[in-house]
């Protein structure tokens, strides 16, 4: 069979890059960026870049089952459709609740709205996006009286100052992190300011950081607020052409007494830089302000976005070439779930309760019911199901037991819950353990439709392989359960491209101007035009027919009177305050090369290169004040949950704060779960919960052992006190620790194995001081397996996946796994590099070895970052740590 080539989109994060896959025999065989993608230009990040190796059988869902047994399709649609059915007649449509995703093609989306509030007739659903963007929703619709977007990543290019702020980009948007990279190499007059609490890697192209205090984004954006009014720079046409409030919200703010000083002394950030940023965006006309989770996730996110678009709108600096507000969006669908109203306060295609949008969505649907208000956001949708007022819930493409705030309730609430129905392409999951109902979907590359990016570009997702076992497309599974449940009226479609027609068509229903979600220039494409659709930024209308890359340039907004509304907002504290009891504020976000929970990037060995286990970064002041040290763990206890995960001490972190990345699973990590530390508060206008603030106190942790098991097979999590699974290039490392002994590590180990072959050789080697024990197990002269028990790190993985790559062993090899030698020699530490597998410790060789002063230097002597270039920022680090090091010790 020939090759095919066939260009789809991303399944990661909300920059939407175009990739072009070469497949071939059911198989991906080669994968790039696409070239002709507005989004990315032929770049990926190391994720995208590595989308093929998370193509796999393994573990995948292959059959749907009820109450853990097989069954058929017609068995467990009829199964769906009854509890559904049978709860609504007995307690009422709002009794039943759907949990969806951002992971959802626009089609899924579409079908599962329609299902719930135009057939159901409830607004409980709600998407996992409602912890990602719904703050950014929320005060664009404050503003602009729609949920728009009004600019573009070209305006990236075209800007003379970039403002990052709560947006650690080099991680969380790579591509276009290096989109700005290289704005800035092309045109040197480009300035970068970075707001975030903490040193992130994007600091790696920023001119100014300002490490402000948490929570006081609106005290900085209210203060330049002033400044840009003391300063005379507004653009008085624009503001009386095109914005309300100008008056209120000048006095009210003026009011709150903003001088430089006082704005320096609330964030905590030297005046300077504080004058600096003013001056900057002052006198700057091409300004970007780019944000993310970090002002969305809080209890005051709207207000903060509120607080940023304040200052575009009154200085006209939106829609215009170079200049804009721009929102980045966590997940790769955030934008199209938000377009067909997958947020339980949004009715459909931008439409939301008011009597006449209900009037006109029930009308298109020609439905027999339809929601007339909002249903329950995330938090207290699953607060609902706990306390037993909804009793049926059905769950697609997300894991809500590990990734909403105060996840213990949820995992209480899914296990009381009387019909739990989960969507999932994974067997086994933490969520999916609550399921009576077990539906395999179809995953990345096995089904078709659209997704719509942060600029509001909708591509086209593509199907590049079959889905394995009896997996179906989400659309599909909606749409037989609709029908089952007695609506076949409104669900007849016969595939995506169907859907997208209809989800166009009332894009346009009625519209006549008034919403600003409008492609129903696409609402008669045929099914070849869909198959062939190329990116499109919405609008698609009469008006636009090839789409409209900004809006707003001369107003035209969306609110009654066509005017932008300013907001005066007053900082708050979040709403749960550090105590003497939780004394430290824990910060969570993102890892580099890991996704959500980690159910896709889990399976790459490249992806699992780069952080192996979970850590929590805290200030060296903060760590002596707690007596840490390194190779401690810290145990992090809120009063909602604790977890217990690697420290690691870095000055790139405030004294009061602790960072955890999000994103391991139970099913990965047995204590780092950090959903149940994080606290439930909620922004009280968008509903997203505070994820960046939850007030804890720490504790360092000294196991009395720790110990490396090293398996050609996947075991389950051995019970000890701390256990952290990472995928290999020859299977699986498990990194143990505990406080209690285990005197016979032999017959541990032989418990942990699934089998134990006749004919194992075991390979012992002990030392009593300091306590190291060395246990290699072989089945015809291959390694099998391998125990490192230690009292204390360091462990050199390198030679071990030297001896377990090979098929045998001779003797010579054998007695490599007794050296004492081989455990430290040439370890390449922690890898930085995860394309080329380059680690810290061959990196900081070759820069001072080689006296290397660039990226370039490094990449042409080490391969690092020559690929992707996600690690560019951390060889960028390594470089200046070093040279300062070098310095010092020259001078000295
Ligand atoms: S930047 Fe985002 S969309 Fe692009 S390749 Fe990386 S993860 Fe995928």
Redesign the pocket.
């Known amino acids: 069979m020939s090759s095919r080539i066939i260009d789809t989109t991303?399944?990661?994060?909300g920059?939407?890059?175009g990739i072009t896959a070469e497949v071939e025999n059911h198989a991906i065989i080669a994968l790039s960026g696409d070239a002709h993608h507005p989004a990315?230009h032929g770049r990926?990040?190391v994720?995208?870049?590595t989308l093929a190796d998370t193509v796999r059988t393994e573990g995948r869902l292959t059959q749907p089952r009820i109450s853990g047994q097989s069954v058929g399709w017609q068995e467990a649609i009829a199964t769906v459709a009854r509890g559904f059915s049978d709860t609504i007649a007995k307690y009422g449509a709002d009794a039943v609740a759907f949990y969806v995703s951002g992971q959802l093609l626009t089609e899924d989306y579409y079908v599962a709205n329609k299902l719930m509030k135009g057939y159901i007739g409830s607004a409980n659903i709600d998407t996992n996006s409602r912890l990602c963007m719904s703050s950014s929703v929320t005060g664009h619709k404050r503003a602009f009286g729609s949920d728009t977007v009004p600019n573009n990543y070209e305006d990236l290019e075209q800007a003379r100052l970039i403002v990052l702020t709560g947006s650690n980009t080099a991680w969380c948007?790579?591509?276009?992190f290096q989109r700005i990279k290289h704005a800035r190499q092309k045109n040197p007059e480009l300035k970068v300011v970075v707001i975030d609490p903490r040193e992130t890697d994007t600091l790696a192209i920023a001119d100014l950081h300002i490490n402000l205090k948490a929570s006081t984004d609106v005290v900085l954006f209210n203060g330049l607020f002033n400044y840009l009014v003391q300063q005379d720079r507004l653009d008085h046409q624009y503001l009386h052409d095109h914005v309300n409030g100008f008056e209120q919200t000048r006095k009210q703010l003026a009011g709150q007494q903003l001088s430089i000083a006082k704005v320096a002394k609330q964030c905590d950030v030297d005046e300077n830089r504080i004058q600096q940023f003013y001056d900057w965006f002052t006198n700057t006309e091409q300004v970007v302000t780019c944000y993310s989770q970090g002002v969305n996730q809080s209890s005051q996110g709207t207000d903060k976005v509120n607080s940023l678009l304040n200052c575009h709108l009154i200085t006209g600096r939106i829609g215009k070439p170079g200049c804009g507000p721009l929102s980045l969006t966590g997940q790769?669908n955030a934008m199209g779930g938000r377009e067909v109203g997958g947020l339980a306060n949004t009715l459909a295609a931008h439409m939301d309760f008011k009597e006449e949008d209900v009037a006109t969505v029930q009308q298109f649907w020609n439905s027999p019911t339809i929601a007339r208000q909002a249903g329950l956001k995330a938090v207290d949708l699953f607060s609902a199901v706990d306390s037993g007022r909804i009793k049926a819930i059905w769950i697609m493409a997300t894991n809500p037991v590990v990734s909403m705030p105060n996840a213990s309730i949820i995992s209480r609430a899914l296990q009381q819950c009387e019909f739990v129905v989960v969507s999932d392409v994974v067997a086994q999951g933490d969520t999916s353990a609550f399921a009576d109902v077990l539906l395999p979907a179809a995953g990345w590359g096995e089904k078709d439709g659209t997704v719509t990016n942060s600029e509001r570009r909708i591509s086209r997702q593509r199907r590049l392989l079959p889905s394995p076992g009896e997996a179906r497309p989400d659309w599909r599974i909606i749409c037989d359960v609709a029908i089952a449940m007695g609506f076949r009226q409104g669900f007849e479609f016969t595939s995506p491209a169907d859907i997208f027609r209809e989800h166009a068509r009332l894009s346009g229903y009625q519209n006549h101007g008034r919403r600003d979600f409008d492609i129903s220039a696409l609402a008669q494409i045929s099914d070849d035009e869909y198959d062939t659709l190329l990116p499109v930024q919405w609008p698609v209308n009469e008006q636009y027919p090839d789409g409209c890359k900004r809006l707003f340039k001369n107003g035209g907004f969306f609110a009654p009177n066509r005017k932008a509304q300013l907001i005066a907002a007053t900082s708050q504290p979040p709403q749960y305050a550090v105590n003497e009891e939780y004394p430290l504020q824990l910060n969570t976000g993102r890892s580099r090369d890991h996704w959500h929970t980690m159910t896709r990037t889990e399976l790459s060995v490249t992806l699992n290169r780069h952080r192996s286990e979970p850590w929590a970064e805290i200030h060296p002041d903060t760590a002596a004040q707690y007596g840490v040290g390194t190779g401690h763990w810290l145990s992090i206890g809120s009063q909602w949950g604790n977890i217990r995960v690697r420290a690691m001490i870095s000055k790139r972190i405030r004294p009061e704060q602790v960072f955890v990345p999000i994103h391991w699973s139970r099913q990965l990590a047995n204590s780092a779960w950090l959903g149940a530390v994080v606290n439930p508060a909620v922004d009280p206008f968008s509903g997203q919960p505070e994820s960046k603030h939850t007030p804890v106190r720490i504790h360092a942790w000294l196991p009395v052992w720790q110990a490396k098991l090293l398996t050609r097979e996947a075991l389950p999590l051995p019970e000890v006190d701390y256990c952290v699974r990472e995928r290999t290039s020859f299977g699986f490392i498990y990194h143990l620790a505990g406080d209690e002994t285990i005197d016979n590590w032999q017959k541990w180990l032989f418990q942990q194995l699934s089998v134990i072959p006749d004919g194992l050789q075991v390979i012992t080697q002990r030392h009593a001081e300091p306590m190291t024990l060395r246990l290699s197990l072989l089945h015809q002269q291959q390694l099998i397996a391998a125990l490192l028990v230690q009292q204390q790190d360091p462990f050199n993985r390198q030679w071990l996946t030297e001896l377990f790559n090979r098929s045998t062993l001779d003797g010579a090899q054998m007695a490599m796994l007794l050296s004492d030698d081989k455990q430290l020699a040439n370890d390449p530490g922690e890898t930085v590099c995860s394309c080329h597998a380059v680690g810290k410790n061959t990196i900081i060789n070759a820069i001072q070895s080689q006296r290397l002063s660039s990226e370039k230097e490094v990449g042409h002597c080490t391969r690092a970052g020559t690929n992707c270039g996600s690690c560019l920022p951390e060889i960028r680090a390594l470089l200046q740590t070093q040279q300062e090091l070098m310095s010092e010790l020259e001078s000295t």
């Not at 991303?10 to 994060?13: G, L, N």
């Not at 948007?173 to 276009?176: A, E, S």
Request: net charge positive; with cysteine.
């Open positions: 991303c399944a990661y994060c920059v939407g890059c990315n990926l990040c994720k995208g870049s948007h790579p591509v276009l790769p």
